[in-house]
């Protein structure tokens, strides 16, 4: 975990640990046949259950579309989920900083892009 997780973490303990906060997971998905990470694949986003399920991804609280203005007593009426304890808003709030990776880590996971390219040669028709 780097410091400024573990710093989101202290300063919002509640929150959604299947989204990081972020109200959506994502993913990456290979449709072709290489089965290889970046050959064709494409960036996919779902909303998290928690949203789903009206609490905030970052304190729990409860997520709503109508929400008091506390200086005027009024309501106002927002087109996106806002959290009526913390103000994060569907979409626009930050959540856990992701994982900071180098550039090794992604040669430990991929190989190097001549690895990549070498073992593409050599694959059959």
Known sequence: ????QKAYAEQWPSHCRKCGGWGYTTGWMDPSSSGAPGYGGVPWADTCECTEEGRCARCGGRLATVVPIPASGQKLTVDELTCVDC??????????????ETPEDVRARYGAPNDLARDALKRPG
Not at 87 to 92: I, N, P
């Open 87 to 100: 103000d994060w808003v569907e979409g626009e709030t930050q959540g856990m900083p992701p994982d900071e």
């Open 1 to 4: 975990m780097t410091e400024a």
